[in-house]
C-alpha cells in the first residue's frame, strides 16, 4: 500500500519536523509491508515564510536573517537524511488545484497530522481553511487523521459556513484521532458522533528519537543548574530569567531573541545539536509544546509549563492536556499577560516540583502502548482483511 502523510515538515519550526520524522518512523514500524512517504507540499503560504530575508528600503535593499538562515539550512539538512519525500507538489495556494495534484500522486491512503494541521487561523501553518489538510472532496484514497490538532484556532476563526464545511469534510475521514481535549471538544460539539473521535498522543511521545539528537560540544555533559526558557512574552522572559538566576541557575535562551543575563544559543548549530541541548537541562519554563517533550524525554527534570493567555482565552492549551494525561497537571501556570508574574514564581514551581519523581516514565509509557493499541484500529482500516 502507498501511504502519503500530509503534514507541517517544511516549518522553520524544530518541533514540526520533529513530529514528522517521528510520526514516519512510528508508522514505518506498525506498517512494514507498506511504502510510506512524507507528501512534501510546498504552498506559496509556506515557501514565503521560508525566506531568509527581507525587504528594506536602503542597500543592499534585503536584510539577512542569519538565524533564519542558518536554521532552515539545518532542517532542511535533516528532511534530507532522514525522512522519505514524495517529489515536491510546489503549488499555489488553490485548493482545488493542490487537490488535483495530490490525487494524481496515486495515494492508497493519506495520514493528515500530526502537528496543527486542523488550524483554523488566518496566520497559521496552512493556508486559509478550507485547505488541503481537510482532503475536501478526496475519495480516491483512505483519510486517516493522526494526532491532528486545531491548537488555537476553532470555530471562532471562520464564519459559520466555513466552519460547518470543515465539519462536513473531517467528519468523511475513515478514522479521526486528535491529540488534545479541546480539538475533541471541538468536533463533539459540532455533531461528529464521540464513537469516531479518538485521542492519539503526539508521535514525539510515540518514538525514541535519541538517534538525531545530539548535544552540542560546550553541553554534552549536563550542567548542574543549567535552566532553559523559552516563553514567547518579553516580559516574562525577563522575570522569570532574573527569578532563575537569583536561585543560582545559568539560564540558556530556547526561543526568540536572547537578552543580557541568558546564554544564547549557536545559530550555527545542528539540527541535532538544537534538540540534544534540552538533555542539558536542570530545569525547564516554557510556553512550547514540543520544548517540554524534549525535556521530559531527555532528563529527568522538572518543567514548568506556561500557559499564555493571549494565545489560549479558554484554559485548553494542548500543552495543559499534555501535562494532565502525564499527571504533571500541577506544572502548568496560568500567564495572565497583564499582570506581572508573582515575585515567587519560579520557587513556588520548584518546590511543587519536589513532589514529583521525574525519572518515573510510566505516563509517557502508557500513552505509548496505549497509541499502539488505537494503531490496530488504523490498521484495520487500511488492511482490513489483516485486521479480521
Not at 28 to 35: A, F, K, M, R, T
Not at 48 to 67: E, T, V
Not at 274 to 294: K, N, Q, W
Request: some cysteine; proline content about 6%.
Amino acid at each position: 500500500m502507498k501511504i502519503g502523510i500530509l503534514t507541517f515538515h517544511r516549518e522553520i519550526n524544530d518541533g514540526s519536523v520533529l513530529q514528522a520524522f517521528c510520526l514516519q518512523q512510528f508508522l514505518s514500524e506498525q506498517l512494514p509491508g507498506d511504502h510510506i512517504e512524507i507528501i512534501d507540499y510546498m504552498p506559496q503560504h509556506v515557501r514565503r515564510k521560508r525566506r531568509w530575508f527581507r525587504l528594506a528600503k536602503r542597500p543592499p535593499f534585503y536584510a539577512f536573517n542569519r538565524s533564519k538562515y542558518y536554521k532552515k539550512k539545518s532542517l532542511d539538512a535533516i528532511l534530507k537524511q532522514k525522512l522519505k519525500l514524495s517529489n515536491p507538489l510546489k503549488l499555489s495556494d488553490d485548493c482545488q488545484e493542490a487537490l488535483q495534484a495530490l490525487e494524481a500522486k496515486g495515494y492508497d491512503a493519506i495520514i493528515v497530522g500530526s502537528d496543527t494541521v486542523w488550524d483554523t487561523r488566518p496566520n497559521a501553518g496552512a493556508p486559509q481553511a478550507p485547505n488541503l489538510f481537510f482532503l475536501p472532496g478526496m475519495n480516491a484514497a483512505k483519510k486517516i487523521a493522526f494526532a491532528a490538532s486545531m491548537d488555537k484556532g476553532g470555530p471562532r476563526h471562520v464564519s459559520r459556513p466555513v466552519w460547518q464545511e470543515l465539519i462536513q469534510y473531517m467528519n468523511n475521514f475513515d478514522y479521526i484521532s486528535v491529540r488534545d481535549q479541546a480539538t475533541l471538544q471541538y468536533l463533539k460539539d459540532s455533531g461528529i458522533k464521540e464513537e469516531r473521535l479518538n485521542f492519539m498522543p503526539d508521535p514525539t511521545l510515540l518514538y525514541d528519537f535519541s538517534d538525531i539528537a545530539a548535544p552540542p560540544a560546550e553541553f554534552a555533559a549536563k550542567a548542574e543548574k543549567l535552566a532553559g526558557v523559552a516563553v514567547s512574552s518579553h516580559k516574562l522572559k525577563q522575570e522569570a530569567t532574573a527569578q532563575l538566576i537569583s536561585q543560582g541557575y545559568t539560564v540558556i535562551n530556547l526561543l526568540g531573541a536572547a537578552i543580557d543575563t541568558q546564554i544564547e544559543t549557536n545559530p550555527t548549530w545542528t539540527y541535532g545539536q538544537r534538540l540534544g541541548v534540552y538533555a542539558s537541562l536542570s530545569y525547564m519554563v516554557t510556553d512550547r509544546f514540543h520544548g517540554s517533550i524534549l525535556t521530559l524525554k531527555q532528563t529527568d527534570s522538572p518543567v514548568m509549563l506556561v500557559e499564555p493567555d493571549y494565545f489560549y482565552p479558554e484554559k485548553n492549551s494542548k500543552g495543559r492536556d499534555l501535562f494532565n494525561r502525564l499527571g504533571l497537571g500541577a506544572m502548568v501556570w496560568r500567564y495572565e499577560s497583564e499582570k506581572p508574574a508573582p515575585d515567587d514564581l519560579i520557587e513556588s514551581f520548584r518546590e511543587q516540583s519536589i513532589k514529583i519523581d521525574w525519572s518515573d516514565k510510566s505516563a509517557q509509557k502508557s500513552l505509548a502502548l496505549y497509541a499502539r493499541r488505537k494503531m490496530a484500529e488504523i490498521k484495520s482500516i487500511l488492511h482490513p482483511r489483516a485486521g479480521s
